[in-house]
């Protein structure tokens, strides 16, 4: 039987993308291995949302060469930077095997199997038209051992922030029939999954036939399902019903991730953002009233063509404002095909060095502020759903909190269990505690595969 490995870059719609692959390979009597020296396939499953990532993509296609030059495997590079780069890929590294794009998951096999018989290099990176798109529908016996689970309910972005490849990459909105979604959670829980995450570029402009809102209140009653999180979303599509799902549905983890990017209303402008600081912070404090103590963590690009220092301290300050629970800031990096990236120079590029120091501001205040929300737990008991064994000790537990706090502790409790946890210490990023009273135990009995290494990596 011959093995895959694949390497995922980037974000949950990444991830997600990868466990449809495995699907695919699957049914080619492919196995999953942990170690890419023992694979005959290696997949890099790419992002093309910031610079770094494609060098990351780069710098570990050249390692995986040996596996190539040993076993004779089989290299493909797939998501985002297939769709962006397409043949180049191939003219660039001699090596790569085949480009595929994120429309083309379910044609593995058939590239695949036309590498074998014809002995040729393949790209296959052409759009499915939005009106003819289907959702691959996804194996639940592909998440037998995990007790939480992506589900996709959308693709595409129809918005044009000059910032941002995504639209060039992953083609405009598809939303996914409701239905179809539903029927997706419902059968996830016949293998044990209680936490399902429903994924795509931007979740809350949803149209699969009834509303965002909706479609989380209907995921949340789905026999089996105890908890419900989505990602990601764009501040104009915030509306007062999802806010008032927040506050009526108490299976919506307390967790909204809502991406700024500035707080400067001038730099706003120059991204194509289509709201102000005093829109997003209006939005931000009537989620906040809906759910009390919900997690809001944030999105900000830092040296924005022509960002002054004004714009950055009004950035900041906005920051120190809304207190934020975690943010992924990067300094920004021209993408191909959007208008920042051919506008820099006419906007004004801010040197490295600049952006470096202004980053570094941000990130010693948000650790300050981590910190500070972290430490409030210590002596007091969370809520914690039982995912496997922890990252830093395979002897304790892990779990997150409705909050998507990452807890490890000492524990016997199985896979897919709720328990409370006694937290005994934190740190900028993680709890640590002792496990307490069980809530409830999972309907369906979860294998502890959920403990094992898993065929992919995740960068």
Known sequence: MKRYFIHTFGCQMNVNDTNRMGEALASMSYAPTPVAENADLIILNTCSIREKAEDKMLSWLGRYRQVKLQRGALIGVGGCVAQQEKKKILEKVPYVDFVFGPDAIGKLPEIIARIESEKVRVVETAWVDSESYVFPQADPKSSLGKTTEFVTVMKGCDNVCSFCVV???????????????????????????????????????????????????????????????????????????????????????????????????????????????????????????????????????????????????KTFALCEEAQFDGQYAFVYSPRPKTVAGLKEEEWGPVPHEVKVKRLERLNALQKQVSVGVMSQHVGNSVEVLVEGASRTNPLKRMGRTSHNRVVNFDGDAPVGALVEVEVQASSQSSLAGVQGRVISLPLVTIPEVALQPEACVVA
Not at 205 to 233: C, D, H, M, N, W
Not at 275 to 291: G, I, P, Q, S
């Open 167 to 313: 639209p060039h990459t992953r083609g405009r909105e598809v939303s996914r029939p409701f239905t179809e979604v539903l029927q997706e959670v419902a059968r996830l829980t016949t293998v044990g999954v209680r936490e399902v995450t429903l994924v795509g570029q931007n979740v809350n402009s949803y149209l699969g036939g009834i509303s965002f809102a909706q479609l989380l209140l209907r995921t949340a009653q789905v026999p089996g399902i105890e908890r419900v999180r989505f990602t990601t979303s764009h501040p104009h599509d915030l509306s007062d019903e999802l806010i008032e799902a927040f506050r009526i549905e108490p299976k919506i983890m307390s967790h909204f991730h809502l991406p700024v990017q500035s707080g400067s209303n001038e730099v706003l402008v120059r991204m194509k953002r289509d709201y102000t600081v005093a829109n997003y912070l209006e939005r931000l404090a009537k989620l906040r009233v809906a759910r009390p103590g919900i997690a809001v963590t944030t999105d900000l690009i830092v040296g924005f063509p022509g960002e002054t220092d004004e714009d950055f301290e």
